[in-house]
C-alpha cells in the first residue's frame, strides 16, 4: 500500500508553447519572434514538480485527455519524482497555454486553455481522492480546474487536519466560505487585487492587502510581490520578505509556482509558515534564472544553498 503523501496537489497539466519577441502583437498584426519552446506547464502540475525536487512526497490529482500531451504529463511526472493520481478521459483533450516572453525583461503574458478534460474534475471525482487527501501532510490547489472540486478538496483536507493552501490563480469571484478553508493563501499582486479589492502597489499596500484577506477567513496570507518578494501577515506576525538574487532573470513564467510548491514542500517538512516563505522566495529566485516552468523548478539542496548564502544577513 502507498505511503501517505506529504504533499497532495490537486491542479492541471498544460503544455506551455512559448513564444518570445520584443512585444506582443497588435490585432491583425504579424510579428517575427525570436525563439519558440514547446515544454510542460500548468500550475498545478508545476506546483507538485516543484514540491516533489523539494523531497516532499508528493501526489497530484488530475485528468488528462488521451493525447500526446498526456503523455508529456506523465513522463515528467514520472521523472521528478511525482505520484500520479490522473484520470486519462477517452476522447478528451489535455490543456495548453500561449505563453508570451518578453525579450527585454523575461516578463510574461499567458493564455491558458485547460482542455475538456479538466472540465470533467468534479465533485464526485474528488471524492474517489478522499482518502489519499485526509492522509497526507499538506494539500495545495489552484483555480485553473473548476471552482466546486477545489472547495471540496479543501473542505475534505481542513476536516482531516490538513494544512491547506489556496493559490488563488487565475483570480476569479470566490464564494465567502473558501477563505476560511485556507490556512494560507498566495495570490500575486493582480490576484490579491481582484479578490480584496485593495490596489497592491506596495509594501504597504500588499499589508493592507493581506489584513484584509485574514478578516475575509484566512489564517495566513502571503502577498507575492515579484521582485520585491513577498509580505506574510497573520494574527502575530506581519513582516515584508525581501526577495533572493540567484543571478540574471531570464524568464518569470514558473516563478509563482516554483514559490508554492516549495512552501507547501516546507510546510509539509515542519517548518514556521515565516520559514517556509523564505524557502519558496528562495525557490523563486532560482526559478527565474531559468528558461521554462517545470523545467525552471530548483532542487531542495539548491534552495538551501542560497538561503545559506543570503540569509543569515537578513536575520
Partial sequence: MELPADVVVLGIFVADTTYQAHRLPHMGETLIGSSFHLSPGGKGSNQAVASARSLAKTHIITKLGDDSFSEMALNLWKNSGVISEAMKVTGKSTGAAFVFLSEK???????????DAVGEICSEFIQTKK????????LITQLEQPLEAAVLAL?????????????????????????????????NEVEAEQLSGICVDSIESA????????????????ITLGEQGAYFHNLKISVHI??????KTKETTGAGDAFNGAFAAALARGESGLAAVKVGCAAAAISVTRQGTSDS?????????????HLGERE
Fill in 105 to 115: 525583461t523575461g516578463d510574461n503574458a499567458i493564455i491558458v486553455s485547460p482542455g
Fill in 131 to 138: 482518502e489519499i487527501i485526509q492522509n497526507s501532510k499538506v
Fill in 155 to 187: 473542505k475534505i483536507a481542513k476536516s482531516s487536519g490538513v494544512i491547506t493552501i489556496l493559490n488563488p490563480a487565475p483570480a476569479m469571484r470566490l464564494p465567502a466560505e473558501i477563505f476560511t478553508l485556507c490556512d494560507y493563501i498566495t495570490p
Fill in 207 to 222: 499589508k493592507l492587502a493581506a489584513e484584509k484577506f485574514c478578516q475575509m477567513g484566512v489564517k495566513n496570507s502571503i
Fill in 242 to 247: 525581501p526577495a533572493f538574487k540567484a543571478g
Fill in 297 to 309: 523548478m530548483p532542487l531542495l539542496s539548491e534552495v538551501e544553498l542560497l538561503l545559506k548564502t
